[in-house]
């Protein structure tokens, strides 16, 4: 081999090198490129991530808190109709306790009506018996002194025969 084929391989051997060494760093630059672009992929995946996850968190909070707001309207108004419950009872409690004293008035008013009459009547009755008794005492004649004292009784025959 000569010194010029010798060169000339050497020539071509180092170009093949040089060339190898261009793929390679190419390769290298390629791989890196790469590797940013995946890196940017993966944060932004994770960003869009975080982003649905405190989206979804954000949801559940606010849905949390309109059952929290449901539930504290249905408690405030079981509240309400339990008190307007306990109103209702009471009013008619007191109603139904007026009505029966009321009731209770009604009829010690009429028992003291009827024991009025009833003492009017006696009254009555006790006056008429005395003036028919009197209109009999009148029409029978005068009394004797002895009847009279005792208030107009007739002696009895007992009475009679102490005196003979």
Same mark, same amino acid.
């Given at each position: 081999?000569?010194?010029?084929?010798?060169?000339?391989?050497?020539?071509?051997?180092? &170009?093949?090198?040089?060339?190898?060494?261009?793929?390679?760093?190419e390769?290298?630059?390629?791989?890196?490129?790469?590797?940013?672009?995946?890196?940017?992929?993966?944060?932004?995946?994770?960003?869009? +991530?975080?982003?649905?996850?405190?989206?979804?968190?954000?949801?559940?909070?606010?849905?949390?808190?309109?059952?929290?707001?449901? &539930?504290?309207?249905?408690?405030?108004?079981?509240?309400?109709?339990? +008190?307007?419950?306990?109103?209702?009872?009471?009013?008619?409690?007191a109603?139904?306790?007026?009505?029966?004293?009321?009731?209770?008035?009604?009829?010690?008013?009429?028992?003291k009506?009827?024991?009025? +009459?009833?003492? =009017?009547?006696?009254?009555?009755?006790?006056?008429?018996?005395?003036?028919?008794?009197?209109?009999? =005492?009148?029409?029978?004649?005068?009394?004797?002194?002895?009847?009279? &004292?005792?208030?107009?009784?007739?002696?009895?025959?007992?009475?009679?025969?102490?005196?003979?």
């Amino acid at each position: 081999m000569s010194k010029q084929e010798y060169d000339e391989v050497k020539r071509q051997r180092e &170009a093949h090198r040089k060339e190898q060494e261009k793929v390679e760093k190419e390769r290298e630059k390629k791989t890196a490129v790469d590797m940013r672009e995946t890196e940017k992929a993966a944060k932004q995946q994770e960003a869009e +991530a975080a982003k649905a996850a405190k989206q979804q968190e954000a949801e559940a909070e606010k849905a949390a808190k309109n059952q929290q707001a449901e &539930a504290a309207e249905a408690d405030k108004a079981a509240k309400q109709q339990q +008190a307007e419950a306990v109103k209702t009872a009471k009013k008619e409690k007191a109603d139904a306790e007026k009505a029966a004293k009321q009731q209770a008035d009604a009829e010690k008013a009429a028992k003291k009506q009827k024991a009025e +009459a009833d003492k =009017a009547a006696k009254k009555q009755k006790a006056e008429a018996d005395k003036a028919a008794k009197a209109a009999a =005492a009148a029409a029978a004649g005068p009394i004797p002194k002895r009847q009279a &004292a005792e208030g107009g009784k007739p002696e009895s025959d007992q009475t009679k025969r102490r005196k003979r």
